[in-house]
């Protein structure tokens, strides 16, 4: 069995810069490819933000998150970005033209040995697997938000991906301190988005009825449920450009007029006026101190 030491995360975006610091933690060397070196600087201040979460959350010493930032290279040229990688792990836009054209480029650059992942949380790693150049080299590799706590890796392979990379990524997911979850056949949205998504589209829905505003349908599911979280709490951590994203892909494969309303309002409401989750300081909150976070909002 292959033996992974050489991790290149492709997109360094919310997710893509917590993969990052994730493997590099657990003693992995890390090259962050990404487009340009404005996106490579976020990635560089996002990534020295989860130091102090790793010391808080983790109980990591100041000499655990500096050597685990100490393993982490950062390129904006693919081939110098993969020259040595045993695994791509690639978390880039959910948009099927970029991921086709990035795995079209990836498969003639990167080594022979090289696996290839990908974080979708959507897209079938079937609709990818002959632009990589290596369908038996490449599955799907899943994280939660908050990877370093959420620490689920869903494996999933499609009808080509050879057994014996899917229980090597297993064994990988392990080994960055995830709980491996294998998916035998392919599923639109693995397990975790399976829930999650219909979750997050019927609060979206509400919403764009006018039913009811983003407090009260949190409120709802919260004290209902008992959930720390509501859809839109969550909404803002996953991010509302990926959430747009999704439902305006959804709108424009099934022409469903109520999934073009949604999509409609996230970009006039909430992307076209910066308010992008809670990475940006607002979404369908504002940060730091959030409604939903105060004592007295579920009375």
């Known amino acids: 069995m292959m033996e992974f030491k050489n991790v290149t995360v492709a997109g360094s975006g919310v997710l893509g810069s917590q993969i990052a610091y994730q493997t590099a933690f657990k003693g992995f060397n890390v090259s962050v490819y990404d487009i340009n070196d404005e996106a490579l600087n976020k990635a560089k201040e996002r990534i020295t933000k989860l130091k102090e979460v790793y010391k808080a959350d983790m109980s990591a010493t100041d000499a655990d998150v500096d050597s685990a930032f100490g393993?982490?290279?950062?390129?904006?040229?693919?081939?110098?970005?993969?020259?040595?990688?045993?695994?791509?792990?690639?978390?880039?836009?959910?948009?099927?033209?970029?991921?086709?054209?990035?795995?079209?480029?990836?498969?003639?650059?990167?080594?022979?040995?090289?696996?290839?992942?990908?974080?979708?949380?959507?897209?079938?790693?079937?609709?990818?697997?002959?632009?990589?150049?290596?369908?038996?080299?490449?599955?799907?590799?899943?994280?939660?938000?908050?990877?370093?706590?959420?620490?689920?890796?869903e494996v999933m392979k499609h009808p080509g991906t050879d057994e014996s990379v899917f229980n090597e990524v297993i064994e990988f997911a392990k080994a960055i301190g995830m709980v491996a979850l294998p998916l035998h056949k392919e599923q639109p949205g693995y397990i975790l988005n399976s829930l999650l998504v219909p979750f997050l589209d019927a609060g979206q829905t509400l919403l764009a009825r006018e039913i009811a505003d983003v407090e009260t349908i949190d409120k709802t599911w919260m004290i209902g449920t008992g959930a720390p979280l509501g859809p839109f709490a969550i909404l803002d951590v996953v991010g509302v450009t990926t959430a747009y994203n999704i439902v305006s892909a959804k709108a424009q494969a099934t022409g469903n007029p109520e999934a073009q309303k949604v999509a409609d309002l996230l970009k006039e409401e909430y992307i076209d006026k910066?308010?992008?989750?809670?990475?940006?300081?607002?979404?369908?909150?504002?940060?730091?101190?959030?409604?939903?976070?105060?004592?007295?909002?579920?009375k």
């Open 71 to 153: 393993r982490i290279s950062f390129n904006s040229d693919l081939a110098k970005a993969v020259e040595n990688a045993d695994l791509v792990i690639e978390a880039i836009p959910e948009v099927v033209s970029i991921k086709t054209d990035f795995y079209e480029k990836l498969g003639q650059v990167a080594p022979e040995k090289t696996v290839f992942a990908t974080n979708s949380s959507t897209l079938l790693p079937s609709q990818f697997a002959e632009a990589t150049g290596r369908p038996a080299k490449f599955l799907a590799l899943h994280f939660a938000n908050e990877i370093w706590k959420n620490n689920t890796a």
């Open 274 to 298: 910066g308010k992008l989750g809670r990475e940006t300081g607002e979404g369908f909150y504002k940060y730091p101190n959030p409604a939903f976070a105060q004592p007295d909002f579920l």
